[in-house]
């Protein structure tokens, strides 16, 4: 049965994908008339930096063209895994206001976002502003490992639009203390992100109840799970990093528990090992379907990311 996995430790290996380089991106919605001059450029307008993509495609919904705003991951690049480059530390300690996600997503910068605040650059912690959720036990965490004992906290914050829209007030008061009025904006973020819930629940509605179960590569979906209630069921990393390993006896049983609730499809997603989940989706008779939960679409949207997952989803299980 597990034969194929017994030999093989599933080790995660870094998703460095993509360029080192950071990425410099213009505010969406920005018309011909009002282009953004080059990142830098101008000494008028706050620079803000955000660390992750995902965060920092509402947070340009939200500035719009009152600040530069530059997200550092590249596309493609792990945020378990991410480790900021000398240039990345440097654009964090010259910045006006640096944005992360906190909750140990970007665990290598905390040193970084430590200098910069004793140098007075002002830090917002998305994971600050949220109703934080916790791993629960039973969901295949690690109890040895701190970071990933049941009441650790998961920082998978942007798999539900709900939780996304709890920042959006305090970061645009953040953003006034800057010199920075984005109310208006922020309103319509907020509007938009209830009506992308309504979108989801929509397009979810096919799935019947019965068979609202996740597996997925690790534990990527929480807060989605939470909000529009799914089962999480396991993954082939049973953790809320992609940077662990799963033994064959904990493979087994993920196996066992795929074959008992009789689901149809495994999530693989970015760290997951492809050997692995295709060896448990071989022995359980699960199909393995992409999902794109960290990494946001070409078009930078954030609407058009959690669709796609509320789509990929409802198209696996309905
Ligand atoms: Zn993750």
């Not at 930096?49 to 995902?54: G, N």
């Not at 996304?164 to 208006?184: C, E, N, S």
Request: glycine share 8%; aromatic share 4%.
């Amino acid at each position: 049965m597990l034969t194929a996995l017994l030999g093989a430790t599933a080790t995660v290996l870094a998703a460095c994908g993509g360029s080192s380089a950071a990425t410099v991106v213009e505010a969406p919605g920005a018309t011909a008339s009002s282009v953004s001059p080059p990142a830098a450029s101008s000494g008028a307008r706050p620079s803000v930096i955000v660390t992750y993509p995902v965060l920092g495609a509402v947070v340009k919904d939200v500035v719009g063209d009152t600040a530069d705003v530059r997200v550092l991951m590249p596309g493609g690049a792990d945020p378990h895994e991410w480790t900021p480059s000398a240039k990345d530390v440097q654009a964090i300690l010259a910045a006006d206001l640096v944005v992360d996600n906190g909750l140990m997503l970007e665990g290598r910068i905390q040193d970084p976002l430590a200098q910069a605040k004793a140098k007075g650059v002002t830090v917002f912690t998305v994971g600050d502003h949220i109703t934080v959720r916790k791993v629960k036990s039973g969901e295949g965490a690690e109890p040895e490992d701190p970071d990933q004992a049941p009441g650790a906290d998961d920082p998978h914050l942007w798999t539900d639009p709900l939780t996304m829209k709890q920042w959006v007030t305090p970061f645009a008061a953040t953003l006034k203390g800057k010199g920075v009025d984005v109310t208006a904006r922020a309103a319509r973020v907020e509007a938009d992100l209830a009506d992308l819930d309504s979108r989801v629940r929509e397009t979810l509605a096919a799935v019947p109840a019965g068979r609202r179960k996740l597996v997925t590569g690790h534990e990527s979906m929480g807060y989605f799970a939470e909000r529009y209630g799914f089962q999480l069921i396991g993954a082939v990393i049973p953790t809320v990093t992609s940077q662990s390993e799963a033994s064959a006896r904990e493979l087994a049983d993920l196996t066992k528990k795929i074959k008992a609730a009789g689901i149809p499809a495994i999530f693989a997603e970015i760290g997951t090992p492809k050997a692995t989940t295709d060896a448990v989706a071989r022995d359980s008779g699960a199909t393995v379907v992409e999902l794109s939960a960290h990494l946001l679409p070409a078009d930078g949207s954030y609407r058009t990311f959690m669709l796609a997952i509320a789509t990929t989803v409802t198209g696996a299980l309905k």
